[in-house]
């Protein structure tokens, strides 16, 4: 009973940490899309929650990535065309991205726990990302900066998430565009 019971716990917890594509659509442009799952990398006392994940975009046989990193804050804040994400690589070598477009945190989701009522903010940006980058960050990433308009989220890894993620989801993406498109019937 013991073993059964080990088994059933490994294999819920690894399908939770199975990271899939969310996303694999081509617009009526012609531009395919495909887009991995956002995955949490907080440690559960972090004031600022961080997701990330990856995106590409293929069109006439060039592909594009970008980072998604989705921030979730007490605070509203914006993220503005321009502003850096900087990564640091467990060899110190920091990688420096810029958002791609305004992404906006000033609409909050109220919350309700166990009678404590709260607010928070969160906002999904892009940052336009080289395969030679992912590479350097599939490494392992130990810390993040995040621009926006009042300042800078940071945020230190003792372990790495980020570079696991983008080591999964990259392959995931590579493997996706062997095949058309799943909204291609």
Known sequence: MKTLLLLVLCTISSVANAQKIVSDNV??????????????????????????GLCASVFDGKVSYSLIVESTSLTSFTVKKGMKLMLKNTSEEVITLEAEGDFDASSGKVHNAGGFVFTDYTTAAFYPITEDAIAKLEKGVIKIGQEHNTGRFDKDFKKDKIGAVLKEEYSLIKKAQESPSMNNF
């Open 27 to 52: 617009s009526s442009d012609g531009i395919r899309t495909i887009l991995g799952e956002t995955v949490n990398v907080r440690s559960m006392k972090d004031k600022v929650v961080f997701k990330v």
